[in-house]
């Protein structure tokens, strides 16, 4: 798939979670084909300005870490990860109508303020639920195995859905992989 395709698939999924980035937003935007996997969704998605640099930044909670993305004209790229078993808390505070969320990672801190406040409880509300998942549940699952795949197979060709050459065919596949 290419970049730009990847782009337009991760706008409409921001579309459906009803995130809304802002124009300062676009930069870290344009990033996110180069920072996610290909099979990654996101969650949720918030920005703010990071307290300690002062720069505009966005926190991507997606089904497998939090991601930080500060893309800055003159710096470049800084993108930060963390699987959510390393979140040890998360927590946000707000004012009038904004809000600032504080996250601790491994002992350090990241402060990010001006988020809406809406948007800094759902975003929180979010990660907390990932936080709380047992570690197993973001390993990668093992695929099939070669047998597993033969079974199918032969379930495809007895189905009809495979002729006798096609399931010939990949079996051959599956067996030049052993």
């Not at 640099?53 to 930060?80: M, P, Q, W």
């Not at 004012?95 to 990672?105: G, K, Y």
């Not at 001006?114 to 047992?134: I, N, T």
Request: negative net charge; aromatic residues 8%.
């Amino acid at each position: 798939m290419s970049e730009r395709s990847r782009l337009d698939e991760i706008r409409e999924e921001l579309e459906k979670l009803d995130i809304n980035p802002t124009f300062f937003a676009r930069k870290e935007i344009r990033e996110l084909p180069n920072v996610l996997s290909q099979d990654e969704k996101i969650v949720y998605l918030v920005e703010g300005r990071n307290k300690t640099s002062n720069h505009h930044i966005l926190l991507v909670a997606t089904d497998r870490r939090l991601i930080f993305i500060d893309k800055e004209f003159l710096y470049g790229l800084k993108v930060e990860d963390f699987s959510y078993d390393k979140v040890t808390s998360l927590q946000y505070e707000t004012e009038f109508m904004l809000a600032s969320i504080d996250v601790h990672i491994s002992g350090n801190i990241v402060e990010i303020d001006g988020v809406g406040k809406y948007e800094a409880e759902l975003f929180c509300e979010k990660v907390r639920d990932f936080m709380s998942r047992p570690k197993e549940y973001f390993q990668s699952k093992p695929g099939p195995t070669v047998l597993d795949q033969l079974e199918q197979l032969g379930r495809l060709k007895e189905s009809g859905v495979l002729t006798e050459e096609e399931f010939q065919e990949q079996k051959k596949k599956l067996l030049g992989k052993l």
